[in-house]
């Protein structure tokens, strides 16, 4: 149960989104991994405009394990990044740290074998930061500012309290609360449920 987090005073309301393990790519390391000149597959376009998931998928090897049949995700990127939740990374043998998207220096790399064989990389691999899209008309309404930490309760099967969420504001942005499987699991929601967020006026 949520105590003294002043859900009583929960009145904007976020739609959740689950995001699985998948990998983003640098220009460089799709023609590695998939030919000179390659241009990846939309397959479905996702919550946030202008990013989808692709057809293709590659292979992470890690020093402990393998995941298969890991989603790209679309468009090309400066850098490569490897987004994984706790469980993955612990099966892979990677020690991923807590990270914001886009912060990669410093970070564990991995091996990704595409069509044309293995591509190492030396850094790349995180666990990301639980995160809420705002557009930037939102997060006005919500007295909410770029790189705020806010709370947000999720009241389902189990009542979860989510503190210190980073929040992401842009005018590209489309309202959207981000939890990786470990999380979402954890909590028991699914897309599309409710989390609500609190101690805002």
């Known amino acids: 149960m949520c105590c003294e987090c002043g859900c009583e005073n ?45 057809k293709e998928v590659v292979t992470i090897v890690g020093t402990k394990g393998v995941l298969h049949g890991v989603r790209i995700l679309g468009p090309a990127r400066k850098d490569t990044q490897v987004e994984l939740s706790q469980t993955d990374a612990r099966q892979l043998g990677i ?17 990704i074998i595409g069509p044309k064989g293995p591509l190492v990389i030396n850094q790349g691999c995180i666990v990301a930061k639980t995160h809420v899209h705002f557009h930037t008309e939102d997060a006005k309404r919500m007295n909410i500012k770029d790189k705020d930490k806010i709370d947000l309760l999720v009241k389902g099967q189990r009542t979860v309290c989510f ?3 980073l929040a992401r504001v842009g005018d590209t942005m489309k309202l959207d609360f981000h939890l990786d499987t470990d999380e979402a699991n954890a909590a028991l929601v699914k897309n599309g449920d409710l989390a609500y967020i609190i101690n805002r006026d």
């Not at 479905?44 to 692709?54: H, I, N, R, S, V």
């Not at 991923?96 to 410093?106: K, M, T």
């Open 163 to 165: 503190c210190d969420v």
């Open 95 to 111: 020690n991923a740290p807590l990270r914001e998207s886009g912060d990669v220096q410093g970070t564990p790399g991995c091996i």
């Open 10 to 54: 929960s009145k904007w309301a976020v739609p959740i989104g689950i995001s699985n393990r998948h990998i983003h790519l640098s220009k460089e390391h799709i023609e590695a991994l998939f030919g000179e000149g390659y241009e990846l597959t939309n397959i479905k376009d996702l919550t946030q405009p202008g990013q989808y998931a692709c």
